[in-house]
């Protein structure tokens, strides 16, 4: 055994438990004779394991609903109404603006990546929470308008739903595709839970009311100028019409 | 064989500790593997395996990461100023050991570079290939790194000790 058999390298490795036994044993046969090196070695063995200890806490952590919403899969092509694969068309179509980076990672053309249905699928993840229901509470409105209006890079108002029964909760920030997407959620007095859900619309194209149904939870969605919207809620059609109109009014006001 | 989605979410709590660890509070730290799980749904369906899905994921974090650290640090800045500090006391509140807090404090002081090297294996236990994956550098450079962050973590960490040592004289 001479001295060059033995690289800094090699050293790591032993640290990271990284090597095969014969050059494990070779590293421990180098190390018996140049204490400095054992010396090294131990401090670095040392660093690993405070390093886990100080944030394995952190995997024990329960993993917040927002992170779990964004892992949300997307679903399969096939196997849902017409209804709303038509919806969803719609919503590539509008949400095209989001094209660039799609390209950029040649990302198959996948209409999956809609407003709609990740609308849809957070309007069921949140209304069932109590606790976490919102991120930000409705007694601060100014701060969540301030917020959510810096986060999408234009300002939102919140729609006002108090005449038709329905208080704001609060509200919380998606992402949606990466595009930063707000959601309100509001509530009536029989705890009745609608959300709407506004993204940024690069895009011209304004579009009119349309109507989507999933797993029975409808959603109005439409586009204006500056947003999209998608109401969503478990009310049926005709109520979520009355609702969507008001939102619509609500924000043109 | 266990779906990609499936995958993805049992790395969450991986992401969010090396965000964590790298330096961003909880708040911060969350919105960046948020941002970074957004990133990786929409082009779960083009992702091949030819890497492990944990090398992927702490790609696109790091990217993000790096990204940040370079241009825009107030982008995180959402909260106000009231919800900060209560997270800082939480974690002034827990309890860790000695060695724990000079090691989480020595961290601080090392280049960003090194810094998600020695994380990368030390705490997440990367291979040296995935971690020159992940930083999008040579394995030479990884190893160098590594050898240079931990040199440092350990005079940081021999000085902190020796000025506790004379105090307690």
């Given at each position: ?12 490795a ?37 390093l ?27 196997g ?18 989001a094209?660039?980076w ?8 996948h ?59 609060g ?9 930063p ?11 009745v ?26 959603a109005?969605?439409w ?8 109401l ?13 109109k008001?939102?619509?009014?609500s924000?043109?006001? | ?23 961003y509070?909880?708040t ?60 800082k ?12 807090r ?20 030390g ?47």
């Open positions: 055994m001479t001295v060059s058999d033995v690289t800094e390298d090699d050293l790591h032993y640290v990271d438990g990284a090597l095969a036994a014969a050059d494990q044993a070779r590293v421990e046969a180098w190390l018996a004779e140049h204490p400095d090196d054992a010396a090294r070695l131990a401090a670095y063995g040392e660093q690993n394991a405070a886990r200890e100080c944030f394995a806490p952190v995997l024990d952590e329960p993993v917040p609903g927002d992170l779990l919403a964004a892992a949300m899969p997307a679903p399969a092509p096939d849902r109404s017409i209804w709303f694969r038509i919806a969803a068309a719609i919503a590539f179509l509008v949400i095209g603006g094209g660039g799609v390209a950029r990672d040649q990302w198959v053309a209409p999956d990546a809609d407003v709609a249905e990740f609308a849809l699928n957070a309007h069921t993840v949140y209304i069932a929470e109590k606790r976490h229901a919102v991120e930000v509470q409705a007694a601060e409105e100014a701060h969540l308008v301030r917020w959510l209006s810096k986060r999408l890079g234009k300002t939102i108002k919140t729609p006002d739903l108090i005449g038709l029964g329905y208080r704001l909760v509200g919380r920030l998606l992402p949606d595709g990466g595009r997407t707000a959601q309100f959620m509001y509530e009536n007095e029989e705890g839970r609608l959300t709407v859900y506004v993204q940024r619309n690069d895009q011209v194209t304004e579009t009119a009311f349309r109507f989507i149904d999933h797993k029975g939870v409808s109005f969605y586009v204006d100028e500056y947003f999209a919207y998608v969503a809620g478990a009310v049926g059609r005709e109520g979520l019409l009355d609702v969507a008001e939102v619509h009014q924000l043109a006001r | 064989m266990i779906s990609k989605e499936r995958q993805v979410i049992d790395e969450i709590p991986h992401l969010r500790r090396y965000a964590r660890a790298l330096g509070d909880k911060s730290a969350d919105d960046l593997v948020q941002e970074c799980l957004a990133r990786a749904m929409g082009r779960l369906h083009a992702w091949q395996p030819t890497g492990t899905m944990r090398s992927w994921l702490f790609t696109i974090l790091h990217n993000l990461h790096v990204n940040l650290h370079r241009v825009d640090k107030d982008v995180f800045d959402i909260y106000p100023d009231s919800y900060l500090a209560e997270r006391a939480a974690q002034a509140d827990s309890h860790t050991g000695l060695l724990v000079d090691v989480n404090a020595a961290l601080a002081q090392i280049s960003d570079e090194q810094r998600s090297t020695i994380l990368l294996i705490l997440e236990g990367l291979t040296y290939a995935e971690a020159a994956t992940v930083t999008g550098v040579p394995v030479g450079t990884v190893m160098s790194r590594l050898a240079r962050g931990r040199e440092k973590l350990r005079e940081i960490m021999d000085q902190d000790a020796e000025q506790t040592l004379r105090r307690a004289r």
